[in-house]
């Protein structure tokens, strides 16, 4: 399963993608965090659909600086996703 994600909030400046990379790895994930231009993180995972479940709950804490204020699901891309989960700028 394949799954894309923004989340919203106070999310950049926080190590938001570095700890999401951490989990995702974790979890065994394919995919990339990226923040975009507005603010928000971009998450991109390919996996199983445990896995996919448990980061997105994770997403809606995120790291201890965060504040997370919503997580929107959105299509998917369909560039072939990086392994090990990595950051992209």
């Not at 709950?57 to 996703?81: F, I």
Request: aromatic content about 8%; proline content about 8%.
């Amino acid at each position: 399963m394949r799954r894309r994600f923004i989340v919203r909030g106070r999310v950049q400046g926080v190590f938001f993608r570095a700890a999401t990379v951490e989990q995702a790895r974790a979890l065994g994930l394919e995919g990339y965090a990226r923040n975009l231009p507005d603010g928000t993180v971009e998450v991109e995972a390919e996996g199983t659909e445990t896995a996919l479940e448990s980061l997105l709950r994770w997403l809606w804490r995120g790291p201890p600086l965060a504040r997370v204020e919503a997580v929107e699901e959105v299509p998917c891309g369909e560039e072939p996703l990086p392994l090990p989960f990595e950051i992209r700028r």
